[in-house]
């Protein structure tokens, strides 16, 4: 049971355009939803996360919106540039007791911009 | 200051072997996690350490098992490997406390089970 989904395997966009990853949860006991970026041989690293109580948070060019009712997040790339190109992970966490926060990742979208 | 480091980075094991790999967490970070990613699963949890008490754990068999040392350090262990165990195993770090932004990712040991 797949709790954390992206049902995208891959994106292509032009470069200076819109890229537009999504990203939805089946858990309604997700509070915290995080971007994580992953180039090959290396570990994923942070990019954006927001809160159950927002339902949109922006840094720079990359912003996070959440629909709660839906059960959906998307990350806005705004404009695209040859250097997003990577894996994208999407993940969720929920507290899961003595303080810890697991999460729970979606299996990824390649985004690649074309320049 | 120096990231996550994970060793070794390249691994080639047999079937029924074992292996052990280890991850030195961002120095002040209290807690470590691991994570199993393959092509058809992305990334999986597979436990959590934090002052060296494991506190959470995936969904994983009992072959997979892991410790923390005092200073941090931590270790996760194989037995039996099983050509299916091939894989990234990635480490990450947090403070422990209020990790809620995240991880902080170590580039992960490549292991190859033959």
């Known amino acids: 049971d797949q709790q954390v989904k992206q049902n995208s395997p891959s994106l292509s966009v032009q470069e200076g355009r819109i890229s537009i990853l999504n990203c939805d949860y089946t858990?309604?006991?997700?509070?915290?939803f995080l971007w994580y970026k992953k180039y090959p041989a290396e570990g994923p690293t942070f990019l954006i996360s927001?809160?159950?109580?927002?339902d949109k948070n922006e840094d720079g060019r990359f912003t996070v919106f959440l629909n709660k009712s839906a059960k959906h997040l998307s990350l806005h790339i705004v404009p695209s540039q040859p250097g997003d190109s990577a894996v994208y992970f999407c993940?969720?966490?929920?507290?899961?007791?003595?303080?810890?926060?697991?999460?729970?990742f979606g299996k990824g979208t390649k985004l690649s911009v074309i320049p | 200051k120096a990231g996550v480091t994970q060793t070794p980075r390249y691994l080639i094991k047999t079937r029924g072997q074992q292996v052990t790999l280890s991850c030195s967490p961002i120095s002040g970070h209290r807690s470590v996690s691991w994570y199993q990613q393959t092509p058809g699963q992305g990334l999986q949890f597979l436990f959590e350490?934090?002052?060296?008490?494991?506190?959470n754990k995936g969904n994983f068999p009992g072959r997979f098992s892991g410790r923390q040392f005092s200073n941090s350090r931590s270790e996760m262990n194989v037995s039996t490997l099983e050509l299916g165990d091939s894989a990234l195993y990635l480490c990450a770090s947090s403070p422990g406390d209020r990790g809620r932004r995240g991880y902080t990712f170590g580039s992960g040991t490549r292991l190859t089970v033959v």
């Open positions: 858990n309604s006991m997700f509070d915290y």
């Open positions: 350490y934090f002052s060296e008490t494991q506190r």
């Open positions: 993940a969720a966490s929920a507290r899961s007791g003595a303080g810890s926060y697991q999460l729970t």
């Open positions: 927001i809160s159950s109580i927002k």
